[in-house]
């Protein structure tokens, strides 16, 4: 069984009447909901209000955190972003969605700004680059998505280990949408498509992506804490 928990702060759905109408229960109900089919996964939500929820307890028993934010970035406490970095460190899995590259915990993990360009209102095709990978298993060569806002270089990223998806839009630019990287024991992915105006979350194709990613980030080996232990040699009783 594979503990998810889904942090989304959940302005933009109260905000704003347009962005309900596509998300009515917030983009962390939608996520849930998709996920929450699989008998694999077991999901939970939290969102800005509650975000005093992701305890150590609640991370400890989280294998993956999916972290959706944009407006509110900097009400999320640092020790919380601390935490969850920690966890990491630890094994847990990470997937910042969208807007969450200026996620405090995300750029906790890159040690960069994880700047970017941008401009609403675009098209995009999603081209999947690394087939052979398992968060692109059972997508095509791309995936269409008819409304999305446009994300463009130079992304302020550390190179990814793996580049997975490249974005391209119909106003010209490309983007590096779908990224991995090894951050102590734990997996990180990023994904770019996602923005709250748009029904992305609801393309079956970026739900796939999505679950596949979860799969792919559940850790396979996890400490409790961070050590840095004196040990004897091993060959002290040769
Ligand atoms: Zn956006």
């Given at each position: 069984m594979i503990n998810v928990t889904i942090y989304n702060e959940y302005l933009h759905e109260v905000e704003s009447e347009e962005i309900a109408a596509v998300y009515p229960d917030g983009i962390h109900n939608c996520i849930a909901a998709f996920l929450g089919k699989n008998e694999d996964m077991k999901v939970k939500t939290v969102t800005l209000s509650t975000v005093?929820?992701?305890?150590d307890e609640l991370l400890n028993n989280t294998d993956v955190l999916l972290w959706w934010g944009h407006?509110?970035?900097?009400?999320?406490?640092d020790e919380i972003s601390e935490r969850v970095y920690n966890r990491v460190m630890c094994g847990m899995g990470f997937i910042a969605l969208?807007?969450?590259?200026?996620?405090k915990p995300f750029r906790r993990l890159m040690g960069t700004t994880c700047s970017l360009c941008w401009r609403e209102g675009d098209r995009e095709r999603l081209w999947?680059?690394?087939?052979?990978?398992p968060i692109a298993q059972?997508?095509?060569n791309y995936v269409e998505i008819p409304a999305e806002e446009m994300y463009g270089e130079?992304?302020?990223?550390?190179?990814?280990?793996?580049?997975v998806f490249m974005g391209w839009f119909k106003g010209g630019e490309v983007f590096r949408s779908g990224c991995t990287w090894y951050r102590g024991l734990g997996k990180v992915f990023y994904f770019q498509p996602g923005h709250e105006s748009n029904p992305t979350y609801h393309i079956p194709e970026i739900q796939r992506i999505i679950t596949n990613a979860v799969r792919w980030a559940a850790p396979l080996y996890t400490l409790p804490q961070i050590d840095c232990p004196h040990v004897e040699s091993p060959e002290a009783n040769m």
């Open positions: 005093e929820e992701l305890t407006m509110a970035h900097h009400k999320v406490p969208h807007s969450a590259h200026f996620s999947n680059i690394m087939p052979s990978h059972g997508i095509g130079r992304f302020d990223i550390p190179a990814p280990d793996e580049l």
